[in-house]
């Protein structure tokens, strides 16, 4: 039982970074309709930031706001700028394509530039444990969790409950109608690149001492954090979480008590039952096929 | 659908597949130039030509199902996988090479029969998601299930087969075998594209719902689309295991299928030769640009990247392009 | 003569909003009937529900004396019911010969078979026929997403003649079409109609092309049928006026 719990709470602390990077996937697709296939090279970028910074002497704490500040004006205005604005009008697909080609642009970039290594990377959080009622928590896994966690409710709160958070929800919903409220739409959509250029950054803070600096290290979590967001249902941004903390559950689960070699099947098993069974999402609305 | 979110799937003002007689000429003349090309090369040269070629079998066959049939696939190399895997566990286990040929391809067109039902449920990227998750799975099974795929060690001491008697087990034998092979393979999907099971997968892809209401049975197409891509990298994977002799799960990760399909879409998805323009950009180029080292992929990675902003069509739709362009200046 | 196609108490609610509310009609064999309506009335709704687009709240839709309520697309498409949509629906990456052999092949023998068949599955003639009806010999061989709306338009509602359906249901065939080509459209209509033998039901806002088409009208209105008849009763209609003119 106490693994259990233990199982659990580490699985919901993980599940809470596939949230992160999950959410500002999602946003991204209610703002702008732009499925992010480099999301995971998004959160691996800032990683590389931090680490340099790291590297010049700055403190964590600065490192880790320069790398947002990076972040933000990379993978938010320049992504927006250069690749989604020109591409947007051609539909979907063609997006997709250039989001897999710039996945594959930024991690072989890194490869060749700075190379294959794995880098160790700072824990924001001390080392060590402490028990609750017989159940070991880790420092990290807890201040994940309140972190993390934190983020996500703050945005859910700031989207639901600001004027701006509310104008970019019905620009998200209805373009038209939002433009015709007198919304900046435009100024909206920067927004959305923004805040998932941050998460990103935050995603990277909390992941890179688990998984390392490395270029490939987006591969595992870009995917977990598509399949959060679907499996929790992609037009709704509380979805995200719910996803990756249901990954984050069963992969610890499953690593325990199934078979450690399979832990990384989890999340597509859960997709692909949640798209047969359920095609909208666990949160996510129904909608009626379009004519 | 709307017919914007699928501006990559090109739109060919020919058939589908050139015909006339002057092309067929040309056709000839470039493959008997490629087919004489090893004399002149080492060893390694020889085996590039024979892997291009079983690269191609395996683009064919991903041009189907995302250039005709309008579908998304992320998971051809696991394809390629399962039909190396089939091949040298069988091989090594004594049996012969053509029994292991259509195993591998039976096996790949059941797999991706079964991989086409979520695509009845969603469309595009959820798809691209699915298929890729499949690819991770695959991956994983190739890594983990030792007793029966090596794991990391992978499988050595593949042998290639004889035909007719004649052994094939030298390189430029079985660059000609493997290339005879892929011709073969590329007639069969021409034949197949212009028979009315090609127009229905292009009804499918361009759209679905006034497909399905003029009786094009949607469900069977998709999932055909998907096995009959799958079954073609099934049978490129059985080449693959007899060329390199050696196999392990790394060649068949998603990074081998997303290459593929941005090498199907670079060349041009949905028109004939797409795949090979994508395929000489994919495993050949490489080669040559060796000084590059990882950079060619960077540049690979923003060349798809410039490309989708301004010629979606890919390569091959240079020339129209070019012509209208021509056109529309014209008063 | 017993009806071709029943509809009994159609109803499609979503939620409190009522967009088909209990519609009855018949269609005899050989029949053209128009349904007109304002905006919102309901039409394309209807057309949807009895064509498998959606799934009806409630109601009963008859062909030829079978149950098709709630039947897919696929399964009215091999009953002989064809269609066209209120927005354009061609391939546009196929010839325009190829978009009409596409909406015709499928109708011809099993799959299996037609991979074996010849590349035209055997309709080039029937195909090269419709063209020619169509008036689109010259624009036969470029793909469908190179023409003009109004072509396109016409390559759209070939495509749903060329099985020979025993009910064509057309959504709108004049929006968007050269004012010249309506007459012309219409003469069309009326000739696949005396020459297939199928039955029409025609939504349109063009009035004049309706009552000139058309041997009976529905009048919908608020998803419920306001008026029925002939086409000059319907237009003569107070209720009906009232509906148009928004009292």
Known sequence: MGDFVQLVVSGIAAGTIYGVAALGFTLLWQASGTINFAQGEFVMLPAFAMLLFLGIGAPLWLAFFAACIVSMLLLGVAFKRIIVDPLLRHGVIPLVIATLGLSVFVKQGIKAGVGALAYPFPSAFPAGQFAIAGIEVSYADLGTLLLAGGIVIALQLFLDRTMTGRAMQACAQNTEAARVLGIDVRRMTLYVFLINGALAAVAALLIAPSYLVKFDMGETIGLKAFFAAIIGGFNQTRGALLGGVLIGVLENLVGFYVSPAYKEGVALVVFLLVILLRPEGLLGKAEERKV | MNASSSTVIARPRRPAVPRSRTRLALAAIVVIAFALLPLGLKSYGTYLCSLFCVYLMATFGLNLTIGYAGQMSLGQAAFLGIGAYIAAIGMKAGLPFFAMLPLAALACFAIGLALGFPALRVQHHYLAFATLGFNVLVFLVLRNEEAITGGTFGIRGIPRPSLFGLSLERDLPYFWFTLASTLLLIALLGWLLRSPWGRAFAALRDNPIRAESLGVNITAYTLLAFAIGACCAGIAGAYFASLVGFIDPAPFNFTASLLMLLGVIVGGAGRFLGPVVGTVIIVLLPEWLRFMQNWYLAAFGVAVIALMVWLPGGLLSLPERLASRRIGALP | ?247
Request: aromatic share 6%.
């Open chain 3, 1 to 247: 003569m017993t009806a071709l196609l029943t509809v009994r108490d159609l109803r499609k609610h979503y939620g409190a909003i009522r967009a088909v509310d209990g519609v009855s009609f018949d269609v005899a064999p050989g029949e053209i009937v128009g349904v007109i309506g304002p905006n919102g009335s309901g039409k394309t709704t209807l057309f949807n529900s009895i064509l498998g687009q959606i799934r009806p709240s409630d109601g009963r839709v008859e062909f030829q004396g079978d149950d098709i309520t709630g039947m897919t697309p696929l399964d009215l498409a091999r009953r002989g019911v064809g269609r066209t949509f209120q927005t354009l629906q061609v391939f546009h990456g196929l010839s325009v010969r190829d978009n009409l052999i596409a909406a015709g092949q499928e109708l011809c023998g099993s799959m299996p078979r037609r991979l074996f068949a010849p590349p035209d599955a055997g309709l080039g003639e029937h195909a090269d026929h419709l063209i020619e009806r169509f008036r689109l010999t010259h624009v036969a061989h470029l793909p469908a997403g190179s023409l003009s709306y109004g072509q396109q338009k016409l390559v759209d509602i070939a495509m749903a003649f060329m099985p020979a359906p025993r009910l064509v249901m057309l959504d709108e065939p004049c929006a968007g079409v050269n004012p010249s080509l309506v007459d012309e459209l219409r003469e069309l209509l009326l000739a696949m109609n005396r020459e297939q033998g199928g039955s029409f039901v025609v939504v349109e806002h063009n009035m004049d092309f309706i009552m000139r088409l058309c041997a009976r009208v529905i009048c919908m209105v608020e998803g419920r049928v306001l008026a029925e008849g002939a086409p000059a009763q319907v237009q003569a209609n107070r209720d009906v006026l009232d509906a148009y003119l928004g009292h």
